[in-house]
């Protein structure tokens, strides 16, 4: 029964009228319709392969793959050998992250995931998922990029967790809607482009008193905002959507979103499980530091 409120006839697609009862169908969620599903648990059977460092992650180099990645290369930078680490990649267009190992370690089927099989408390492995968890057990454990003065630590946990709601948004609403939406819907793009520039005013008011999110100490909050919007900031993410939402005219967004750039070890996180782009930037996986001068896939398609 349709809505009165809401004539059919300017519905998108013109007609449409939500059933009582919502029911999946094969070829739901555009571009991801391949392997979007409305129930959790393994698809397949695939066993979790496991290296030689104590901490194995699984992932791929998306913003969210790319906050762990970048923290793991800037712990190592910072001196603290035991962060090396075994990084594989888990194919998301593929369905990997609904292998049977996978699930076992995110039952969520969502990159990033992390075992550590080397506690602090020397017990068994420990299982970590969601990228603000991943990145603050590591920074406990490491004791670096997490402030221990308080109000510092509390700064840098706001940043942090603002990331983790706000960049929704810019994902799932904007970026998909933009980009990979079967079809472009006014609606839909006015309304999460009105709320990214929302957030990106957010950054840029806080950034101009403060060189970095928590202040003057370079935290975790930066390598899991950076990502995000310094990609976008940086045109590129959707298709260039930097040019439709403005972003230079954010300049404090641009000057930090820059300066973490230039970073040695955010340059290595963010080719890490990279499957997209110049090949001499992708590093399907990394086993060895020493995998970003060898391993490069320019270097294994000339081999």
Do not use: C
């Not at 933009?178 to 006015?190: E, L, R, V, W």
């Not at 520039?197 to 806080?206: I, M, S």
Request: aromatic fraction near 12%; glycine fraction near 10%.
């Amino acid at each position: 029964m349709s809505d009165p409120k809401f004539p059919p006839e300017k519905n998108l697609p013109a007609g449409y009228v939500p059933p009582k009862v919502w029911t999946w169908e094969p070829g739901n969620g555009g571009a991801f319709a391949s392997i979007n599903r409305p129930t959790a648990g393994a698809q397949t059977e695939k066993e979790r392969p496991v290296g030689k460092h104590p901490l194995q992650l699984y992932s791929l180099a998306t913003p969210n793959g790319q906050k762990v990645t970048i923290l793991l290369e800037e712990l190592l930078a910072a001196g603290h050998s035991g962060a090396e680490y075994d990084a594989w990649l888990i194919n998301i267009g593929k369905g990997d992250q609904f292998g049977s190992g996978f699930v076992e370690v995110n039952p969520n089927s969502k990159i990033p995931a992390l075992m550590d099989h080397a506690p602090k408390d020397g017990g068994k492995p420990i299982r970590l998922f969601e990228s603000a968890s991943i990145m603050t057990y590591l920074a406990e454990k490491f004791g670096a990029f997490l402030p221990t003065d308080l109000r510092a630590r509390a700064e840098t946990f706001n940043w942090l967790f603002w990331q983790m709601g706000s960049a929704p948004f810019l994902g799932g609403g904007f970026g998909h809607f933009y980009s990979y939406a079967p079809m472009k819907i006014q609606y839909a793009i006015d309304r999460y482009a009105m709320e990214v520039k929302r957030q990106l005013d957010v950054l840029d008011r806080h950034l101009a008193d403060n060189e970095f999110m928590a202040g003057s100490e370079y935290t975790i909050a930066d390598m899991a905002i950076w990502p995000w919007y310094g990609r976008i900031a940086l045109h590129g993410a959707y298709d260039d959507a930097g040019t439709f939402l403005s972003v230079d005219d954010y300049k404090n967004v641009q000057r930090w979103t820059k300066q973490i750039a230039a970073r040695p070890a955010v340059k290595r996180g963010v080719m890490v499980n990279k499957t997209s782009g110049d090949p001499s930037e992708q590093l399907h996986e990394r086993h060895d530091a020493s995998d970003f001068d060898t391993k490069t896939q320019d270097k294994i398609g000339k081999a």
